[in-house]
T-cell receptor, first 114, second 113 residues
Framework: GENVEQHPSTLSVQEGDSAVIKCTYS??????FPWYKQELGKRPQLIID?????GEKKDQRIAVTLNKTAKHFSLHITETQPEDSAVYFC?????????????FGKGTHLIIQP | NAGVTQTPKFRVLKTGQSMTLLCAQD?????MYWYRQDPGMGLRLIHY???????AKGEVPDGYNVSRLKKQNFLLGLESAAPSQTSVYFC????????????FGEGSRLTVL
């Protein structure tokens, strides 16, 4: 099955700086790569996703890049703010509708230092 | 429109007891999932269902059973709870059309003593 590795497990950055979280996946058939944000005690919520036919996607301060050849994808957050503090999960899903669900990385705890 | 609702939100069990977690969604989604979340382990898929009357095993199915008798409900059962099943359980759903966003419930925190 799919295996998703996520690094780092903890990331501390100064407010206003950029943060980058990296993931690798094992199944070359995977074609959908979402990122979820989970605040303490809350449910995971989708913040951005990318499909395999696209190399980069941006949404305001958040961007995701995908390198299918290397099986890498990354989350970039610019101009970080205190409300960006949370745990972030990457995930991957095999095509064909992905009925068997997403395989998640183990998460990155992002800490924004004032 | 409540989305995905899980009950109960919290439960404490003794080893060997049984219980059922209920997930209900009002979005007419075909696919439903049960995940467990443990510190440092991310979210791991227990079981899933692609439609009423069908279920399938995920990554960590042992010790759990599921049923999907109605499209809107997905039940997760623990027949004989063990301390290793102490976790936060999340239900999620999505439509069948194409791979996309999972809609999560608020989670159910289960402690097995």
């Amino acid at each position: 099955g799919e295996n998703v590795e996520q690094h780092p497990s903890t990331l501390s950055v100064q407010e206003g700086d950029s943060a980058v979280i990296k993931c690798t996946y094992s199944d070359s058939a995977s074609n959908y790569f979402p990122w979820y944000k989970q605040e303490l005690g809350k449910r995971p919520q989708l913040i951005i996703d990318i499909r395999s036919n696209v190399g980069e996607k941006k949404d305001q301060r958040i961007a995701v890049t995908l390198n299918k050849t290397a099986k890498h994808f990354s989350l970039h957050i610019t101009e970080t703010q205190p409300e960006d503090s949370a745990v972030y999960f990457c995930a991957a899903s095999v095509g064909g509708g992905g009925a068997d669900g997403l395989t998640f990385g183990k998460g990155t705890h992002l800490i924004i230092q004032p | 429109n409540a989305g995905v609702t899980q009950t109960p939100k919290f439960r404490v069990l003794k080893t060997g007891q049984s219980m059922t977690l209920l997930c209900a969604q009002d979005m007419n989604h075909e696919y439903m999932y049960w995940y467990r979340q443990d510190p440092g382990m991310g979210l791991r898929l227990i079981h899933y269902s692609v439609g009423e009357g069908t279920t399938a095993k995920g990554e960590v199915p042992d010790g759990y059973n599921v049923s999907r008798l109605k499209k809107q409900n997905f039940l997760l059962g623990l027949e004989s709870a063990a301390p290793s099943q102490t976790s936060v359980y999340f239900c999620a759903s999505r439509p069948w059309r194409e791979t996309g966003e999972l809609f999560f419930g608020e989670g159910s925190r289960l402690t097995v003593l």
